[in-house]
RNA sequence: GGCGACGUGGCCGAAUGGUUUAGGCAAGGGCCUGCAAAGCCCUGUAUCUGGGUUCGAUUCCCAGCGUCGCCUCCA
């Protein structure tokens, strides 16, 4: 069974079902209002390599995932643009699953939007009132946080310590606030706004309201796991589950956070320090499958550093492990290796430990190609097979044919041709033409293999 | 100021109270090859500093130094 760490027991812990065979997952999803970056990336992949994972061992999956398609930073760079502020948020959402799609990772079984969900969240906002829990002030309605008993929960700290530091940070609508962490629910719009009717006046929900109405809509009360960025652990998770508590009802069971992407200098990139990279960059640049390769090769809870360097690397990587599928190819299949697929899902149930799931790999393609060398069929078989049953677990899928042309086909035959007759100025001169051409070029007793690099 | 994470070989990155401390990339040597490439084999004496606990610590505890994160919009 897998187990997963859980922020807000801060411990690694079974992931348990409300539902046998199934898991509910929620996904905060990104504010469509700019290009993804590397760091979306990050997310999406550990998120699609945890759902490729459990369906493998056998489990349904509901992904849920939203779309903030109403923010106010949608709609400053609406008026910065003087575009309407609907126009951005559906270009930016099919820029975003452009990117989800050559990333390789899969669509989320929902996609909720905000703006189909106003009139379920000024429902909720009205039972919040109802009960005591929000207030309305001249700027919006607030969530009283001191009707929480355990506000501070994912934070790991007490409110009193949180506003002790950080005290030369102003307090958005402290005056009209009854306590400084109080968070809006609703924001009363200005003129020229875009704006839904409530009963406390027009206006627009807070961030933190979405995700509360669509997950308990779309996957229940107590659903299993919800998910997201380590920065999204505070403010927004500790307010999503706040809400959820004021109204009485029972959210996620298990929280996961994965780690930031980091920049050269280990800092981590954020929008405000603008040390961002477009992931629409990245993709151009490289093969989408070595980003993924790369995020399995660290743990999902450390940062990692997305540079040239670590690019290249995995880069290289992926292509042994092209090469590798090509090479072992042999007539007839088989039953993968069920002693490695054991130890492969005993470090993936171990809070999902992809990096010793990867070396796992990497050590069975070893002792695949030993076995070529051989002529232990049965034995190449079997990790070959164990092989790509364990990479399209992860979602990395490996290059299982050969890429090329005609015209290339023809100049590896003739080059085997000069070979043959020792003509080895012609076979070097097509060998080196081939390889200018970014194929690697491989010498088998079959004849030679080219594929691309 | 509060809370938290981390500091492993040339680089990245796991794991662990003790005979043989993953894996990837890069490097050197070898096998193979017409020569290469690919593949395979071998090599590098890695655990921030100082104390403590222990028969024994990289691992546990304390202190220090350093890096980073959250406390504000952010995956």
Redesign the pocket.
């Known amino acids: 069974m897998l187990h997963l760490y859980d922020t807000a027991t801060q411990e690694v812990r079974q992931l348990a079902m409300r539902d046998h065979g199934s898991v509910s997952i929620y996904l905060?999803g990104?504010?469509v209002y700019g290009p993804p970056?590397i760091?979306?990336g990050?997310?999406t992949l550990v998120y699609d390599i945890l759902r490729r994972y459990l369906e493998w061992t056998g489990l349904a999956v509901r992904l849920v995932s939203n779309i903030t398609d109403i923010d106010d930073?949608i709609i400053d760079r609406a008026n910065r643009e003087s575009r309407p502020w609907g126009d951005i948020a559906t270009k930016c959402e099919n820029v975003w699953f452009d990117a989800m799609d050559k990333l390789g990772v899969q669509r989320p079984n929902d996609v909720p939007h905000a703006t189909e969900y106003v009139d379920s969240m000024v429902k909720m906002i009205g039972e919040l009132i109802a009960s005591d829990c929000a207030y309305v002030t001249n700027d919006g309605v607030y969530l009283s946080i001191q009707k929480v008993p355990d506000y501070g929960l994912l934070?790991?700290?007490n409110i009193d310590?949180?506003?002790?530091?950080?005290g030369d940070?102003t307090v958005?609508g402290a005056e009209q606030k009854k306590h400084p962490?109080d968070?809006v629910l609703w924001k009363f719009s200005k003129p020229a706004e875009p704006a839904w009717p409530s009963p406390w006046g027009q206006g627009r929900p807070g961030?933190h309201s979405e995700c509360v109405v669509m997950s308990l809509d779309l996957l229940g009360e107590g659903f299993d796991l919800h998910c997201?960025?380590?920065?999204?652990?505070?403010?927004?998770h500790e307010n999503e589950r706040a809400q959820a508590v004021a109204l009485g009802k029972k959210f996620a069971g298990h929280w996961m956070h994965?780690g930031?992407?980091?920049d050269i200098?280990?800092?981590?990139?954020?929008?405000?320090v603008g040390n961002v990279s477009n992931l629409l960059d990245l993709l151009d640049q490289y093969d989408a499958r070595t980003y993924r390769l790369l995020l399995l090769?660290?743990?999902y809870r450390?940062?990692?550093?997305v540079g040239s360097?670590?690019l290249?690397?995995?880069a290289?990587?992926l292509s042994?492990l092209d090469?590798?599928v090509v090479?072992s190819a042999v007539n007839g299949g088989g039953a993968p290796d069920q002693q490695v697929l054991e130890k492969f899902r005993t470090a993936m149930n171990n809070d999902l430990?992809t990096?010793?799931a990867?070396?796992l790999i990497?050590?069975s393609?070893?002792q695949a190609?030993?076995a070529?060398?051989e002529h232990k069929t049965e034995l190449v078989v079997s990790l070959r097979a164990a092989v790509l049953e364990m990479t399209s677990a992860l979602g990395l899928f490996l290059n299982e044919v050969h890429d090329v042309d005609a015209a290339i086909s023809a100049k590896a035959v003739a080059l085997d041709a000069a070979?043959t007759a020792k003509d080895?100025a012609t076979?070097?001169a097509l060998?080196d033409e081939l390889q200018s051409l970014g194929y690697?070029?491989?010498?088998?007793k079959e004849g030679t293999r080219v594929r691309r690099g």
């Not at 310590?161 to 950080?166: E, I, Q, S, T, V």
């Not at 200098?265 to 405000?272: I, L, R, V």
């Not at 450390?302 to 550093?305: F, N």
């Not at 690697?440 to 088998?444: H, P, R």
């Open positions: 905060c990104p504010t970056h760091g979306h990050r997310a930073k934070a790991h700290q310590d949180m506003l002790a530091g950080g940070r958005l962490a968070f961030w997201g960025g380590a920065d999204l652990r505070f403010p927004h994965n930031f992407v980091v200098e280990g800092e981590k990139m954020s929008k405000s090769q660290t743990h450390s940062p990692v550093r360097e670590n290249e690397a995995a290289s990587a042994g090469g590798f090479r430990d990096p010793a990867t070396a990497f050590d393609v070893r190609n030993v070529i060398d070979r080895f076979a070097d060998r690697v070029v491989e010498t088998t």
